[in-house]
């Protein structure tokens, strides 16, 4: 009996080592391919960087697509920079600066080297194959032979280039390296400077460029030295001519608006060692760039930096663990690049900001808010919230210095609003969750006030265009008058319900800091997005089939006379109407009127209520994600997939999340369907992946079964850890319907859970099941918070709203936010009061 329970010990006790090892030796790195989306409209930058860093070295290519610098889509490299955005619009942001490699010119003639960026790229063709991309590397075979490898440092890249052995016969190699005084986008302004030390090899300059999606402009600086071979010569080239007889160059912007190629090259006397550049930039100064690269790669040890890059990573990515077991590799690949991909951008400048001297946190590359506050910025809450507390210090110091929150920032510039002061939405977020440390909430408060209530003159950028008629009439009219202010006067329904929204989240941070009559009073005005509701409003498809469904939001007059727009138009089927920012744009951003049509995160229940109760709302939903009305490769479409839940069939919601995952989100460069805008996307399907989706602004999140059989989180600010675990887990997909559900061993009937259950580690136990549940998450007490109060569930299991939506008549301005609010309330309290876990 001893001798077997012995066994039984040691055979229990070797699973354990085992398990332990096993949970020990897995790497998540080992699942992040950061070229998913480097080809298809991904635009995300997948090359070298560090959480956050300012570098960001890779290939740049001449594709029509590279934002985000390299592409895998038979363009060539006409180029090695060290800055970039990752998953952009707008204009090609950064790639400043650009080295490029020969192993000689011919003939030992300097001038018979190619060195305009377009003239390079007939040298920088290379095949797919070659590339080799890892967190902190990045690496690119030319067809000419010539290998670059690049890692970085904060604010420092390091390129090693290899090059090819020359034959004997040949003439012996001289390698040439260029840096050029371009960016991507061919935006330099007048009079860019470089210079470069015959003796020493350094090359130094600066150029002023312009932004990607903004206004102004920006200087950077750089300081760029080699290692490996003695140095033969050294010189400037201006257009296509060298000399190595001259070591300065200020150059003009161009005769006929392109940037005239220029900048410096240095010669080597041998290829037989990789040659190592090492680059910084510093907005601040040349000297600074220098100091960097000093401080940070002292020795040029590119394994050294390589692995340190390596561990950073290693590092965030480490609290998020799930289980590998059962599952395809490539589920777990594309969870993790995902989350990758969510920590490339924003970036850390602290230190780097010569626009005002502060102690604060400084962070760029909010690009652009619009699309972040979704879900990447939630996701950086629960896997990194001190960057997030970072991010919003930052905000809320951009805000102390040019007087507004931004809504999308990029290169030390103002970009442009695409719709609401979604900065707004980003502080809730931050504070309904918790985040304390160091954020200054009463200037936090201060700046989201001024959104709502002053308006500025050029509200592009900032703020919010139409306040008066805002106030007046509690929408924005569409033809507005507006002589305060001035922007784009579109998009007066995607505004009114981004406003609308904005304010419930003001709302809340109001409540948290006991401000009542400005809680009530932003509560109020947060009901707004029912006077553009039009009850009677019916859309048929263009060729005259009616879509079934009636009640749309549609644009209002200032006479409150209703105007129209297609509820079709700017959906995805759409392919004629402009529906960005120009001036002829319609009265919705990027999105139709159907789509906008459930943007009313904070009161679904009143807006199922108003599309004729749960069932109808559910064929609303079904119709737009079944006739391919949304598109989930733009952010809008995020939430749709899980309001489900608010009507009472979450199970509803992790169907539509595997209708999306991984069919438009696959492990391949083609892989995103769309921009990957900053890691919006990457979010998207690491949260749905998780199996918790966020209804940013609001301390909710939605419970569907994980893509895994488990799922660890540690914060790494409290150390708990979060845990969910499935009971009956189908690697197969087709068991994805929560049957039941326990919250730390107590039985769990609600289909939402808040943050604490990330911050105190709480455990979530879901059993799965291939039949949606008749009872788990149904009931109005299990269903997510809403202002509104939940009507036509009654005591069946789904709703009893009559199936052709014509619900409560509003729309006339009567609605004016009188609303229930005790959920909220309630759920704010709980936030304030359950372990505030900022320092
Ligand atoms: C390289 O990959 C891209 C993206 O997958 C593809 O478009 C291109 O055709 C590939 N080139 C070759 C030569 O396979
Ligand atoms: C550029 O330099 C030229 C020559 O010194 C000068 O005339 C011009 O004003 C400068 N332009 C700018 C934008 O500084
Ligand atoms: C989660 O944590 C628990 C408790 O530490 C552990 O037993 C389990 O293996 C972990 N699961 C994963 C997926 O890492
Ligand atoms: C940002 O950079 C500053 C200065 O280097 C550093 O103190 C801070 O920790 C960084 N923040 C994050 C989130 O990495
Ligand atoms: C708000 O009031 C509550 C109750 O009086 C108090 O506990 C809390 O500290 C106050 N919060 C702030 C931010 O003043
Ligand atoms: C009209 O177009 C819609 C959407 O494409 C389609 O579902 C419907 O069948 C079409 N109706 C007719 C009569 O072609
Ligand atoms: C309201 O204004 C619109 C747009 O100017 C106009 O077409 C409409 O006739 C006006 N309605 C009334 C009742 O004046
Ligand atoms: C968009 O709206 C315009 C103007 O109402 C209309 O002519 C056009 O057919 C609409 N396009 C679609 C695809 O609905
Ligand atoms: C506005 O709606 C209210 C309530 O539905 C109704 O009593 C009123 O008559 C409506 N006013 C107009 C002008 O349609
Ligand atoms: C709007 O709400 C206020 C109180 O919050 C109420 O006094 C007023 O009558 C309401 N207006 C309408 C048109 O319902």
Redesign the pocket.
């Known amino acids: 009996m001893a001798r077997l329970l012995l066994a039984a010990c040691w055979s229990a006790l070797v699973v354990n080592i085992l398990a332990e090892d096993a949970y020990e030796s897995f790497d998540p790195l080992a699942y992040v391919d950061p070229l998913i989306g480097a080809s298809n409209g991904g635009n995300v930058f997948p090359g070298a960087s560090l959480p956050y860093g300012m570098a960001k070295a890779v290939a740049d290519t001449n594709s029509g697509s590279n934002q985000g610098g390299f592409t895998l889509d038979g363009a060539s490299v006409t180029g090695f920079s060290m800055m970039h955005d990752s998953g952009t619009g707008g204009s090609p942001s950064l790639g400043n600066f650009a080295l490029f490699a020969y192993t000689n010119c011919p003939g030992g003639e300097i001038n018979r080297c190619a060195f305009p960026k377009k003239a390079r790229a007939k040298s920088g063709r290379f095949t797919n194959t070659s590339v080799s991309a890892k967190p902190g590397t990045f690496g690119i075979t030319l067809d000419n032979g010539i290998r670059a490898e690049m890692t970085t440092t904060h604010h420092t890249s390091l390129f090693s280039f290899t090059f090819p052995s020359v034959d004997a016969d040949q003439e012996p190699a001289q390698p040439l390296i260029l840096q050029d005084l371009t960016d991507l986008s061919d935006s330099r302004q007048d009079n860019a400077t470089v210079r470069v030390d015959p003796d020493t090899g350094r090359i130094t300059g600066s150029a002023r460029f312009l932004p990607s999606f903004g206004t102004g402009s920006y200087v950077l600086h750089f300081c760029t030295d080699f290692r490996g071979a003695e140095i033969a010569d050294a010189g400037i080239f201006a257009d296509s001519r060298a000399s190595a007889e001259v070591h300065r160059l200020t150059v003009s912007r161009s005769i006929n608006g392109y940037p005239l190629p220029g900048g410096a090259f240095v010669r080597f006397n041998s290829a037989a060692e990789p040659i190592l550049a090492r680059t910084a930039t510093s907005f601040i100064s040349v000297e600074r760039a220098c100091e960097h690269a000093e401080r940070e790669i002292p020795d040029f040890d590119f394994a050294a930096v390589s692995e340190a890059a390596t561990d950073l990573w290693r590092e965030k990515m480490s609290p998020i663990r799930v289980s590998p077991d059962k599952v395809d590799g490539s589920m777990l690949t594309n969870f993790y690049s995902g989350i990758y991909r969510t920590m490339v951008n924003p970036q850390n400048y602290t230190g780097e900001n010569p626009l005002w001297a502060s102690d604060e946190p400084y962070f760029d590359s909010f690009y652009c808010l619009w699309d972040l506050f979704r879900s990447q910025l939630p996701l950086l809450t629960i896997t990194d919230p001190n960057a997030v507390t970072d991010m919003v210090r930052s905000l809320i110091d951009t805000y102390r210095h040019t007087g507004w929150l931004p809504d999308c920032r990029m290169t030390l510039n103002k970009g442009y609003t695409q719709g609401g002061s979604n900065a707004d939405v980003v502080l809730a977020d931050a504070y309904v969750k918790g985040l304390r440390g160091g954020i200054n909430w009463d200037d936090g408060y201060a700046a989201v006030v001024k959104d709502a209530e002053v308006e500025p003159f050029d509200w592009c950028c900032e703020g919010r265009g139409g306040l008066d008629s805002w106030k007046a009439l509690g929408y924005i009219p569409v033809q507005d008058f507006d002589f305060k202010g001035f922007g784009t006067m579109t998009r007066s329904i995607s505004r009114t319900l981004e406003y609308a929204y904005n304010d419930f989240c003001i709302s809340q941070m109001a409540a948290g800091l006991n401000k009542t009559t400005d809680k009530e009073k932003y509560l109020g005005s947060s009901g707004n997005w029912e006077n553009l509701f039009k009850e009677e409003q019916a859309s048929e498809w263009?060729n005259g089939t009616d879509t079934g469904f009636t009640g749309f939001f549609q644009p209002r007059y200032l006479n409150k006379t209703w105007g129209?727009?297609?509820p079709?138009?700017c959906?995805n089927?759409?392919?004629?109407?402009v529906c960005s920012l120009q001036n002829t744009g319609r009265e919705t951003f990027e999105s139709s009127i159907w789509e906008y049509g459930f943007f009313v995160p904070h009161d679904q229940a009143s807006l199922i209520t108003l599309y004729g109760g749960p069932s109808s709302f559910i064929s609303r939903l079904d119709y737009l994600h079944d006739s391919a009305i949304t598109y989930i490769g733009n952010e809008p479409a995020f939430l749709t997939v899980f309001q489900y839940h608010y009507a009472g069939r979450p199970g509803l919601s992790a169907k539509r999340a595997h209708f999306y995952i991984p069919h438009f989100f696959s492990v391949a460069p083609d892989g995103l369907p769309g921009n990957d805008d900053s890691g919006a996307m990457g979010s998207f399907v690491a949260f749905s992946m998780m199996g918790l989706f966020p209804n940013p602004g609001q301390n909710v999140y939605l419970i569907t079964p994980p893509f895994f059989e488990a799922v660890n989180i540690t914060h790494p600010v409290t150390g708990r850890t979060a845990r969910i675990r499935t009971v009956g887990f189908d690697a197969g997909y087709e068991a994805i319907y929560v049957q039941s559900a326990t919250l730390d061993g107590e039985v769990y009937t609600k289909s939402w859970v808040d943050h604490s259950f990330f911050t105190e580690g709480r455990e979530l136990v879901l059993t799965l099941g291939k039949e949606e549940s008749s009872t788990w998450g149904r009931k109005v007490e299990d269903l997510p918070p809403s202002l509104g109060e939940y009507q036509g569930f009654g005591g069946r299991s789904s709703g009893g709203g009559s199936e052709r939506g014509r619900g409560r008549a509003s729309g006339n301005g009567s609605g004016n936010g009188t609303l229930k609010r005790t959920v909220m309330e309630g759920l704010l309290h709980r936030a304030e009061s359950g372990g505030l876990f900022g320092l």
Do not use: E
Request: net charge negative; proline share 0%.
């Open positions: 263009w129209y727009q297609d079709l138009n959906s089927l759409d392919a004629t109407s």
